[in-house]
């Protein structure tokens, strides 16, 4: 799968509310998840673990401050705790990130407004590449982005597993 995305620090998360309202934007979930993070050759791997269910995430992506594409594949885990350790034995874990994310739906647009445990309050967009054109995507992901005043100055280019690793 493919995505066009975009990660930014928020200073207000009810502004970004507020926005996606007017948008309107479809409010799908407030989710806690945990992201472990792994050591490997390329790209990223990461076991996600939420109330309801689990996935193994595998993606690359540039570290850019701009948007940029990513491919991803997700898995769905059933047993979570026993990959975890098969990982965790094998590859040896590079980071645990613990956010508050609220899901918010705009077309093919994913909106998650993050709350990161030792890091702070970001924006994050996913538009997703799958029935529309690259066009349409970048069409849908720059209104987004403007309806939320995302801004240059705002934009982080690492992931969250980056920022905790530096900040250490």
Not at 43 to 66: C, F, H, W
Not at 70 to 99: F, R
Request: charged share 25%; aromatic share 8%; glycine share 4%.
């Amino acid at each position: 799968m493919q995505n066009l995305e975009l990660k930014a620090i928020s200073s207000c998360h009810q502004a970004c509310v507020v926005a996606l309202k007017q948008m309107p934007a479809d409010f799908k979930a407030s989710i806690y998840q945990i992201d472990t993070y792994f050591h490997c050759a390329t790209g990223r791997l990461k076991l996600r673990q939420m109330v309801d269910r689990a996935e193994l995430i595998g993606y690359n992506r540039p570290n850019s401050q701009t948007s940029r594409y990513s491919q991803y594949q997700i898995l769905p885990i059933s047993n979570p705790d026993s990959l975890k350790q098969i990982l965790t034995q094998t590859l040896g874990v590079k980071v645990v990130v613990e956010k508050q994310r609220a899901l918010w739906l705009f077309g093919a647009t994913r909106i998650h407004l993050d709350r990161v445990e030792n890091l702070g309050q970001f924006i994050e967009l996913e538009t997703v590449i799958q029935s529309q054109s690259m066009e349409e995507a970048e069409r849908e992901h720059q209104r987004v982005k403007r309806c939320l005043k995302i801004e240059g100055r705002d934009l982080i280019g690492q992931s969250y597993s980056d920022l905790l690793l530096f900040n250490r």
